[in-house]
């Protein structure tokens, strides 16, 4: 088996992963790994932008307490606390490499506004910030001697080893998917920058690479899980047949959107005194209630008091989209639907990325640092993806690691009796199952009952995929089949130990929240 050798592997080429690459290719060998190519992740979709205090009249304790009040008492106050102060500087960074933000014309920054945030705050690039930023970073990367990027290749497992008591990651074995070559990448720090898990359920706003790869490697490795009940579903998808997974950006809110029922009337304000630009978790709630109570399949925005001008100019690219699909957000209102947007559990890391584990380091939407406690606040994300890949390279860097040429060989890959399949077809099947059995029971408003059936059906599914991953050749298919499974597990079982309503948890057996805010956390991997 071929084995490649590097200082640092990160597996995942989104914010998280490219950023770290730029901060550690000074001091080593850089491989990133990337299971399509390299802008197929999670922030080249974000719209709404990067969330830094920037004006005189901001501070960094308003943009803290915002953010601890969308998470609902469950953020770690000192990890949102060094998260929020090290934003300046690292849109610094962003800038050096080129990325422009939008200015108004007088030359100071053209803020954007979104559900929580008590002023503007959010950094944009139009109303396609995560696609400037990401060719940002691939340009910042790709002619850096000491970074390969590897494309088409994707993690299948973490490989650890136990020493003197403790566990060890020392690299991951690696699935060429164009070639179907089995190898590995020996590196004495792993980090999963792999972003998030959309796809456990059936509607959501991520693109197919969102199939929580990183953190089924890391549960499976051995490493702490936290709070992964607590699953954001952006309260604004457009509801279209053919749009597949296209986000109304709350930015849209931002500007003034109200949303309204098919007549224009707006039904926020019954649910919130922050009306449409409430924090997500309530809007999204108020949205599926008025769709159930009323038998509706979506509700709407609208945003067309602003005028042509200004939308083309402020969302040209929404408008262009929703334009395609036969909607004139200046004379039409938009109908939208929740769909599943963002895990703010993971893998359990420090703001530095450190793991359980020693030797693998998790950042971005993978890890689950305490920023967003129980409710992410719109636009942190790409804030912690940044701020945590530096202070990950720092901590890295001021911690030398072993030589990977004197450390424990990884074993080579057993192939067993493994076939290639001749039954597809269970993959599709068990990836719409996996998938439609979360939307049904494991959604937006839960109960003790729908969480157990949930579990079962999962079971059997881990338990039945288990015996596929043996029986047959490895694809990408059925790894992110295996992973989306260990992950819909992982928010069942967290779901099922939170006996309150919190946040994004919402059942209707423990309505209230508790007194006492606690994390759930899982340890110890629990085979199918
Ligand atoms: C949006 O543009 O609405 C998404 C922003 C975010 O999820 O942070």
Redesign the pocket.
């Given at each position: 088996m071929k084995i490649l050798h590097c200082d640092y592997l990160i597996i995942g080429s989104g914010l998280a992963g490219l950023s770290a690459a730029h901060y550690l290719a000074p001091h080593g060998k850089v491989l990133v790994v990337t299971k399509r190519e390299k802008n197929d992740c999670n922030t080249n979709f974000?719209?709404?932008?990067i969330s830094c205090v920037t004006l005189a009249e901001d501070t960094f304790e308003k943009h803290i307490a915002d953010t601890l009040d969308a998470g609902a008492g469950l953020c770690d106050e000192n990890a949102v606390r060094a998260i929020v102060e090290d934003g300046p500087a690292r849109m610094d960074d962003l800038r050096a490499m080129g990325l422009e933000f939008d200015t108004r014309p007088d030359g100071t920054p053209d803020l954007g506004r979104?559900g929580g945030h008590t002023m503007r705050r959010i950094l944009h690039a139009g109303d396609i910030t995560g696609r400037h930023i990401e060719q940002t970073l691939i340009e910042a990367t790709a002619s850096h001697p000491n970074i390969t990027i590897l494309e088409h290749t994707h993690a299948i497992d973490l490989v650890t080893v136990r020493e003197n008591g403790k566990t060890t990651c020392i690299g991951a074995y690696l699935l060429g998917t164009k070639t179907g070559e089995i190898f590995s990448a020996q590196s004495a720090c792993t980090i999963l920058a792999t972003g998030g898990a959309g796809k456990v359920y059936l509607y959501t706003c991520n693109p197919d690479v969102a199939t929580a790869g990183g953190l089924a490697m890391a549960w499976r490795a051995g490493a702490e899980i936290r709070n992964m009940e607590f699953f954001q579903f952006?309260p604004?998808c457009l509801y279209h047949p053919e749009a597949k997974n296209f986000?109304i950006?709350?930015?849209v809110r931002g500007e003034g959107a109200e949303l309204c029922d098919a007549d224009g009337v707006p039904f926020m304000h019954r649910y919130d005194r922050r009306g449409s630009l409430a924090p997500r978790d309530i809007v999204a709630r108020a949205i599926d209630h008025e769709m159930k109570t009323r038998g509706l399949p979506c509700m709407y925005l609208d945003i067309r008091h602003k005028g042509v001008g200004f939308l083309t100019r402020r969302f040209p690219n929404i408008y262009r989209e929703c334009l395609r699909f036969g909607i004139d957000m200046a004379k039409d209102l938009i109908p939208i639907v929740p769909a599943a947007?963002?895990c703010c559990g993971g893998v359990k890391t420090t703001v530095e990325g450190c793991t359980n584990i020693d030797g693998l380091f998790a950042i971005g939407e993978v890890a689950s640092t305490g920023l967003h406690g129980a409710n992410?606040l719109?636009?942190?994300?790409?804030l912690e993806a940044i701020v945590c890949a530096h202070k990950c390279a720092e901590w890295i860097t001021s911690h030398p690691r072993k030589d990977p040429h004197n450390m424990p060989p990884i074993p080579a890959w057993v192939y067993g009796d493994a076939v290639p399949s001749d039954e597809l077809v269970v993959v599709n099947h068990n990836w719409d199952e996996v998938r439609t059995c979360m939307w049904d029971y494991v959604g937006i408003v839960r109960t003790n009952k729908r969480l157990e059936r949930a579990l079962h059906r999962i079971e059997n599914l881990r338990h039945e995929i288990r015996q596929y991953y043996f029986d047959y050749s490895v694809t990408s298919e059925l790894l992110e089949l295996r992973n989306i499974a260990d992950a819909a597990y992982l928010i069942i079982q967290c779901a099922m130990q939170r006996k309150e309503s919190r946040g994004l948890h919402y059942t209707l057996d423990y309505p209230e929240r508790s007194s006492e805010p606690k994390d759930t956390v899982i340890s110890g991997y629990t085979r199918p």
């Open positions: 974000a719209q709404g932008g979104e952006h604004t986000l950006s709350e930015a947007h963002y992410r719109a636009s942190n994300s790409l």
